[in-house]
């Protein structure tokens, strides 16, 4: 049971270029969400998805799009990189798309875009 | 949408002291609400949640109380351990949106000394 796996876990991108980041549970979770994290900004919430096929727009979703075809993947795709994107994104994923189950996040990817 | 306020951004606190953070929201209906703790360059991780129909929980040397009425909710630690030193960051589930989407706050620098 690898939980919440991302990759890659560091990347330097040129600006306007695309790229996608992978996530992946092996936990049977229904939900799953993309947050970035920056200094002094907390996690703020990219996109989410309920289950396979049901994805929504959380609080910062410009720039950025998401698929989920199974349960399992929730890959975040950056379409055109720009230096306002250089952060840390997490996935997450949870038990039930009900709410009140915490999050398991994954160990991150470190993106900067030069 | 929900807002998150947290306070303070940073703490400092001897090994041994108390240490108190406290987080506000805005929408009434949310329904969950958890504690992350975030060690340097490592993904955040659970350490304790609370359901809008409970006002305190313990577990060990933390707890966490909410104020429904006040829209507010606190995570206490006791005893504190120079282990203890991360960032925090509370969380409010909105009810009323689709899925387990949290809202995070900007997160508490907790320092602890010995």
């Known amino acids: 049971n690898a939980g919440v796996t991302q990759t890659p876990k560091f990347q330097v991108l040129k600006t306007g270029q695309s790229m996608t980041l992978q996530c992946a549970q092996d936990m049977n979770h229904e939900y799953m969400s993309w947050y970035r994290q920056d200094p002094g900004m907390g996690l703020r919430l990219i996109h989410y998805s309920v289950g396979a096929g049901i994805t929504d727009q959380g609080e910062v979703p410009n720039g950025y799009n998401v698929s989920r075809s199974t349960t399992e993947d929730f890959p975040l795709r950056l379409l055109s990189a720009a230096p306002s994107q250089t952060s840390v994104y997490f996935c997450?994923?949870?038990?039930?798309?009900?709410?009140?189950?915490?999050?398991?996040f994954g160990s991150g990817t470190r993106l900067t875009v030069v | 949408g929900e807002n998150v306020e947290q306070h303070p951004s940073t703490l400092s606190v001897q090994e041994g002291d108390s240490a108190v953070i406290k987080c506000t929201y805005s929408d009434s209906a949310s329904n969950y609400f958890p504690w992350y703790k975030q060690e340097l360059g490592k993904r955040p991780q659970l350490i304790i949640d609370i359901r809008s129909n409970v006002g305190e929980k313990k577990d060990q040397r933390i707890a966490v109380t909410l104020n429904k009425t006040a829209k507010h909710f606190s995570l206490h630690i006791t005893e504190t351990q120079p282990e203890d030193s991360a960032v925090y960051f509370c969380a409010a589930k909105p009810a009323n949106q689709a899925g387990t989407a949290l809202i995070f706050g900007k997160g508490t620098t907790l320092s602890v000394s010995s």
């Open positions: 997450a994923s949870s038990y039930s798309s009900q709410g009140g189950y915490g999050y398991t």
